[in-house]
């Protein structure tokens, strides 16, 4: 994922099932060869969660996104 906009990657599915995302980590793993993306949401519907979670698997190339609902940044 060399060059990928990571704050904008997953932006049609954040917007149509989350109220709120935010990208908080990214990092390499498997020596490089992969990259996780953590993010924060707040889930608008959890009735939609296959399918939003489809939606992110057709977009990763493979690669890990860590979903922390309810996250907030002064937990840091």
Same mark, same amino acid.
């Given at each position: 994922?060399?060059?990928?906009?990571?704050?904008?990657?997953?932006?049609?599915?954040?917007?149509?099932?989350?109220? !709120?995302?935010?990208?908080?980590?990214?990092?390499? !793993?498997?020596?490089?060869?992969?990259?996780?993306?953590?993010?924060?949401?707040?889930?608008?519907?959890?009735?939609?969660?296959?399918?939003?979670?489809?939606?992110?698997?057709?977009?990763?190339?493979?690669?890990? !996104?860590?979903? !922390?609902?309810?996250?907030?940044?002064?937990?840091?």
């Amino acid at each position: 994922m060399d060059g990928v906009p990571f704050d904008s990657l997953f932006d049609a599915p954040f917007v149509k099932y989350t109220n !709120i995302s935010e990208l908080i980590g990214v990092d390499t !793993i498997h020596n490089g060869a992969m990259t996780e993306l953590t993010y924060s949401i707040g889930l608008r519907k959890s009735s939609h969660v296959n399918d939003f979670l489809s939606e992110l698997r057709s977009l990763n190339g493979g690669n890990k !996104i860590t979903l !922390i609902a309810g996250y907030n940044s002064t937990d840091l």
